[in-house]
């Protein structure tokens, strides 16, 4: 059977909440994925990031709490290490998010923010997707 050709809702990440990256790393590591040399910090959501590529679409991504105030910080406290989010990659963020509204879907932000490797992100509010956060995100331009 072929899949179906996906033109704006591809899988990017999953994103795991992680207590030390270092240590995480190492077990996917272990596993056979590579992970970018390099970690990036995004200040607005207080968390460390780690990305290796699963496929040539998705990726996992690590976030590791840089505060006690990051919500990662409070997921793990609440549910402990795993499984955060899942990312989809989309084309157009505001028009994706006006389509999903306009079927009852609330996010977390009102408007998309910055995210890690300067995409435009906004998640999906658990709520009104069945207990999942989802997350959307759109490349920036090049």
């Given amino acids: ?3 179906p050709e996906l033109q704006d809702c591809i899988l990017d990440h ?3 909440a992680v207590k ?3 240590a995480s790393k190492k077990i996917y590591e272990d596993m056979g994925l590579i992970f970018a040399p390099e ?3 995004v200040k607005d959501q207080m968390v460390i990031t780690a990305f290796a590529h699963v496929d040539h679409n998705a990726h996992i991504e690590l976030l590791e709490p840089t505060s006690t105030e990051s919500t990662i910080h409070k997921y793990i406290e609440k549910k402990g290490e795993g499984i955060h989010h899942l990312c989809f990659k989309v084309l157009d963020i505001k028009a994706k998010s006006e389509e999903l ?3 009852g879907y609330r996010f977390i932000y009102p408007e998309p923010r910055l995210g890690a490797g300067e995409c435009l992100v906004n998640f999906m509010h658990p709520k009104t997707t069945g207990g ?3 997350e959307i995100s759109q490349r920036p331009s090049k």
Wanted: aromatic content about 0%; glycine content about 0%; overall charge negative.
């Fill in 14 to 16: 999953i994103a795991i």
């Fill in 132 to 134: 999942v956060l989802i």
């Fill in 101 to 103: 509204i306009s079927k």
């Fill in 39 to 41: 970690l990036e910090e």
């Fill in 1 to 3: 059977m072929a899949l």
């Fill in 20 to 22: 030390d990256i270092k």
